[in-house]
């Protein structure tokens, strides 16, 4: 079991730009959701997704959006990009009902 | 909203016992986490509790009271791979929408 992936694992885009970070979940996993992670801060809730759709979503821009897939497999997209949007980003997976939750290594983006 | 409070910094002794304190506020409880997250590490899942009283897993106990707002996190017989950020997380309402503290960083002595 290949666990939770994402990639890519690092990324330098330019203010302005857009990206797209990917997520694939542990394995029967059906639910995914995305954090931001700041330098020496704890991880804020960007959205959840759970069959295809936005369950749940935090307070950030709609310049933050994502998707996903029949195969739970998830993208996150920011437009737009600030210098602020610098951070770790996390997926985690887990089943809907379930309390244990698994996050991936993270994409480290940093914008210039 | 939620607001989540825990300790910024701690130091401890290898072999000794740390309890690493969160208070939280919140307005539909659902379970409170913690997780481990090493330097450049993914947070990796170390306890839930969503009823009062403590929960034991090894070395880490996780103690909850709901009244009060108010967890711990024990750790015993610290060895110098416990150095890690522990983050308390409540989770608010249904669904796995969790909230993070800032997190502890805590530091293992010799």
Same mark, same amino acid.
């Given at each position: ?36 992670? =700041? +330098?020496?801060? &704890? ?10 759709? @936005?369950?749940?979503?935090?307070? %950030? ?18 437009? =737009? +990009?600030?210098? &602020? ?10 089943? @809907?009902?379930?309390?244990?939750? %698994? ?10 | ?110």
């Amino acid at each position: 079991d290949a666990g939770v992936t994402q990639s890519p694992t690092h990324l330098i885009k330019t203010r302005g730009q857009q990206v797209t970070l990917r997520c694939s979940p542990k394995s029967g996993h059906d639910t995914v959701s995305w954090y931001q992670q =700041a +330098l020496g801060q &704890g991880p804020q809730f960007i959205f959840q997704y759970y069959e295809e759709e @936005e369950r749940q979503r935090g307070n %950030f821009p709609d310049r933050f959006s994502g998707h996903q897939f029949p195969n739970y497999s998830s993208e996150l997209n920011v437009n =737009a +990009l600030l210098l &602020g949007d610098s951070a770790l980003y996390l997926c985690a997976s887990s089943l @809907e009902d379930d309390t244990e939750a %698994f996050f991936g290594q993270g994409t480290r983006l940093t914008v210039v | 909203g939620q607001n989540i409070d825990q300790p910024t910094e701690m130091t401890a002794t290898e072999g000794a016992i740390v309890q690493i304190n969160c208070t939280y506020q919140t307005s539909g409880f659902n379970g409170l986490f913690w997780y481990q997250q090493h330097a450049g590490e993914a947070p990796t899942f170390l306890s839930y509790n969503v009823l009062d009283g403590l929960e034991e897993k090894g070395r880490f106990s996780s103690f909850l009271s709901r009244s009060k707002g108010y967890s711990y996190l024990l750790l015993k017989e610290l060895q110098m791979k416990d150095s890690a950020s522990y983050l308390c997380a409540v989770r608010d309402g249904g669904y796995q929408k969790v909230t993070f503290g800032t997190g502890t960083k805590l530091q293992v002595i010799p």
